[in-house]
Structure formats: C-alpha cells, structure tokens
C-alpha cells in the first residue's frame, strides 16, 4: 500500500458507504452479502467482514439474527437547545435543560445520598468520599427518550435544607439557580464542556441506540463564588440530536 492509499476495507466501506448517502441502498434495504461483497470488489472474505462492521459501527447498518445486515433509516437530527441563565421556570426540569421557547416533554427522576467518586470530587471540588446527592433524570419528548442526566450536589451546601432533593420539597423542580438563591447561595457562573464518546450499555439501553453508537455528553457545573455548587453529565444520541447554543452578545 502507497502513502495515502486507503486499505482495501475502507475503500469498500466507503463506496457502500455513498450507496447508503445516495439512496441506492435505501433504509430497510438488505446489504450485499459477504460472497457478493467478495465477488463485487475484488476482495477477501476478512476484507469484506471488515468493511461491514465498518458500517455498523458508523450506525448506518444493523444486523437482524437469521436475516442478514440492512441499512438503517437515518433520522432527521433534531435540535436540544442550550443557552446562558433562565428565568426561573417553574417545576419544569426539560425546560432546565431544553431552552427552546416551545419546548414540551416529560421527565422522571430519582435522586439518593453517595459518596463523591475521584472524578465528582474533582469538579466539585470536594475532598473525596464526602456525601452528595446524586439524581438521575430521563427526558422524553412525544414519548422518545431524547436525554439522560445525571447530577451530584455537595450536601456540605444543601444538606438539612429545604432544596437537599432536588425534584421534591417547596422548590422541587424549579432548578438550580433558584433552588440555591432560596439558600442564599448565589450561582453566578455556569461552564459547560461538550464531548462525544461511546455509550455505555445501559445508556443506550435506555435511549434506544445500539453498541457503538456515539453521544454527545454536556458535562456542566454551577458555580457561585468560584464554589460548585452542582455538576451534571447530561447524555444526548448524536445520531438523533444536534447540541445548539443560544449565548448573549454583549
């Protein structure tokens, strides 16, 4: 192989690859099989596996046990919004995390006491093993599990408080920002940090995706003072989602 020049696998991928972008091979088409693929391009059976787990690592394909490999349909990326400081918006945590105007769904939650893992302290800025209050979060829009969150407050800053669970109590649901101002704890400052990785089993158990798929993770954390005062991980499908930020011009 030449400098430049892609493996022979790659080159397969690629060109079934444009068959699937073009709609020669529409969604619920079967794909070549393995012999064809061999006989089509010229090539070896571990060629041609290699460049079918290409695809089906991309998410373009999928197997079905005792049917073959067929293409995907491939879903119009919808748009979760992000922007600066909200209003206070009332017992509506999708519209913590959702800032579009019109943004409507469902949501359910389950929070309980751990200890603060390496990577939590860290953010939080705490000695490890000090108590915080992790809550889950499942986001659905028209039914669809479209998100996943997970967050960790410092119980040295909410604990015996009103707002110590954060979907129950006088202020449940109504955020974070409003949630620590009823504590006087005024949040001045949120950073939020956008990457892509893996999901993990359990993760695209619940939002629908298959091994391998990628999602984009928003690792956010409220600050007041230059304290955290909570940090969260929250999960969206990339093949389904596009992350947009709404920030102020000053």
Not at 129 to 134: K, L, P, Q, S, T
Not at 189 to 197: D, Q, S, T, W, Y
Not at 206 to 226: D, I, K, N
Not at 241 to 247: N, S
Request: with cysteine; glycine share 10%; hydrophobic share 35%.
């Amino acid at each position: 192989m030449t400098f430049g020049e892609q493996p022979a696998y790659l080159r397969v991928a690629s060109d079934l690859r444009e068959k699937i972008v073009n709609g020669s091979l529409p969604p619920h088409t079967r794909l070549p099989s393995q012999a064809r693929i061999r006989e089509e391009y010229g090539v070896s059976d571990t060629v041609a596996l290699e460049a079918r787990k290409v695809l089906m690592a991309e998410g373009l394909v999928e197997g079905r046990s005792g049917s073959g490999t067929y293409v995907r349909e491939r879903p119009v990326p919808r748009r979760v919004s992000r922007t600066g400081y909200r209003p206070p918006s009332g017992a509506n945590p999708f519209r913590q995390e959702q800032a579009e105007e019109d943004a409507r769904g469902t949501w359910e939650s389950s929070s309980e006491q751990e200890e603060a893992g390496p990577e939590i302290a860290d953010r939080l800025g705490i000695p490890f093993g000090d108590r915080v209050m992790r809550t889950r979060y499942v986001y659905r829009d028209a039914g669809e599990v479209m998100m996943l969150s997970t967050s960790w407050e410092p119980l040295e800053v909410t604990g015996r408080t009103p707002v110590m669970l954060p979907e129950e109590g006088p202020l449940g649901g109504c955020g974070v920002v409003e949630r620590m101002a009823a504590i006087d704890v005024v949040v001045d400052n949120v950073v939020e940090e956008v990457g892509a990785r893996p999901g993990l089993a359990e993760e695209l158990l619940t939002l629908g995706g298959v091994p391998g798929h990628v999602v984009m993770v928003v690792e956010r954390t409220y600050y007041a003072s230059g304290r955290a005062v909570e940090t969260a991980d929250v999960v969206v499908p990339a093949d389904r989602y596009r992350i947009a930020y709404h920030l102020p011009v000053k």
